[in-house]
């Protein structure tokens, strides 16, 4: 098959084809996703792609020849800098999602600690501890940068046990990381404890707010009890939060934002002697897309305080209804006590294999993110489940109801797939496995995964099969 054609096709019958392309992937339009996309409607989208495509072409790697964009980033930075208390010294960066910030991160405290190091003329190597619920971009991180993850234990509550931190702490420990919230169960670990630690041992401390940035501060002006986690705690050297997360921007925008220049300059990129010219980079990518920078200061600017607050107002009440229906069912259980519209939840009854649930919702058109350690399912509200929280609670009820009646739904499709994942003791073999899928995946045949399901979602069931076959 010949992928590139020799002919040039007409406008209208590419875009016939995405959409026809379009219509099989997950329905995140009618609030049926409960992750990937945050939506905020249709007249928001309108604007944010004209604000996006007023800057579609323009590139911010040189903020000379666009200084529009460059004051767009300022800006950004600016208002992140005020929501997150950072005062007047407080400086940082745009990037192009979550995982950038956080990679962005961990090479500054490295880099910091290595030229410190080096001065002191000491051999070491660089370790950094995080909560065992960190966001795997560390890992990441951690892997590309050469430094060594190491993971602190959660307490019953969800959240980091200090303590275990404290203990872990050694002559090579470059930084200490907290989340506001974690993806796996959206609790807020102690980030004022974290601070006094990371003061009193005079480590850096990063606050991983790219979920709850722009959620927990709104929710908090809106009377509801959210513990400190922004630089009005003096520990706090860091924060990364993504602006296309729950700020509503384009996707492609996130803030990574230091006390002051004495960290950011390390993130800096310079390279003085390039033939094809002095080079500066602020962050890791080159071309850095203007679209997704401008849309960000529009979603900033359109919305303000007031429409932030009032989407964490519709994102509480949403949780509420959920989590109350949720407490109705005695076979289901909230993961802790999780300070806003991020949470999962578990099964309580050995009769009831959770992955079975997620495969009746599935069955009636939710796409649902399946947890390990525990078996739980993801939830992350945003305004788009305003309207379907009740049919999501009735869906749920129901699947509870079917499995009970028909108990081998707990033992076949995916839901045994998934049972006996978590069940292969070598995880080397997932791992070994997982290459093997990535590779067909990205091969010249490039096999595509099934489109009714994430790309997640479908690799565990190849694996599963794979080893289980
Ligand atoms: C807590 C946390 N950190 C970092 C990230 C990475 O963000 P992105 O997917 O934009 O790279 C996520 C993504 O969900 C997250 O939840």
């Not at 995080?130 to 060594?148: I, L, M, Q, R, T």
């Not at 796409?367 to 399912?377: E, I, N, V, Y």
Request: charged share 25%.
């Amino acid at each position: 098959m010949k992928f590139f054609s020799q002919n040039k096709m007409e406008q209208e019958d590419v875009l016939d084809e995405m959409k026809k392309f379009n219509s099989e992937d997950s329905n995140w339009r009618d609030g049926k996703t409960w992750s990937l996309v945050y939506n905020a409607g249709e007249e928001h989208s309108k604007f944010l792609k004209e604000a996006y495509g007023m800057y579609f072409s323009e590139n911010a790697l040189n903020p000379t020849a666009f200084k529009s964009l460059k004051k767009f980033e300022h800006e950004v930075v600016r208002m992140s800098a005020e929501i997150f208390n950072g005062g007047e010294h407080a400086v940082g960066t745009m990037s192009s999602g979550g995982t950038e910030s956080v990679l962005l991160a961990v090479k500054t405290y490295r880099d910091m600690a290595k030229s410190k190091r080096f001065l002191a003329l000491r051999k070491f190597k660089p370790e950094m501890i995080v909560p065992e619920s960190v966001h795997v971009a560390f890992n990441k991180a951690a892997h590309y940068f050469d430094v060594k993850m190491v993971v602190a234990p959660l307490d019953n509550t969800f959240r980091v046990d200090v303590e275990a931190v404290k203990k872990l702490i050694n002559k090579n420990t470059i930084l200490i990381v907290g989340s506001a919230p974690n993806y796996p169960f959206g609790t807020v670990d102690p980030i004022e404890e974290l601070g006094k630690l990371a003061m009193s041992k005079n480590i850096p401390l990063h606050v991983d707010a790219c979920l709850g940035g722009f959620l927990l501060p709104f929710v908090a002006k809106n009377g509801h009890n959210i513990p400190l986690f922004d630089f009005r705690i003096p520990g706090v050297t860091s924060i990364s939060a993504d602006v296309h997360k729950y700020a509503y921007a384009a996707k492609g925008a996130s803030v990574i934002l230091y006390r002051n220049m004495d960290y950011l300059k390390y993130q800096f990129f310079i390279d003085e002697d390039w033939p094809g010219g002095v080079f500066v980079s602020p962050a890791l990518l080159g071309t850095r897309p203007g679209g997704a920078i401008a849309a960000a200061w529009a979603a900033l600017k359109v919305q303000g305080e007031e429409g932030l607050r009032e989407k964490a107002k519709i994102v509480m009440k949403v949780r509420d209804q959920i989590q109350d229906g949720i407490k109705e069912m005695p076979e289901l259980r909230v993961n802790g006590t999780p300070e806003a519209g991020i949470f999962s939840f578990v099964s309580t009854d050995k009769d009831i294999n959770i992955y079975a649930v997620a495969d009746y919702l599935e069955e009636k058109g939710w796409h649902t993110d399946r947890q390990q350690k525990p078996a739980s399912l993801h939830v992350m509200i945003t305004t788009a489940h305003e309207h379907v929280a009740e049919s999501y609670i009735a869906d749920l009820k129901k699947s509870i109801a079917e499995i009970k009646k028909n108990p081998e739904r707990n033992k076949t499709g995916n839901a045994a797939m998934y049972g006996m994942m978590a069940k292969v003791p070598v995880r080397k073999l997932i791992k070994n496995e997982l290459m093997k899928v990535m590779k067909e995946m990205y091969s010249v045949s490039g096999e595509t995964p099934t489109l009714d399901n994430s790309g997640r979602d479908d690799l565990a069931t190849k694996i599963a099969k794979k080893i289980l076959n």
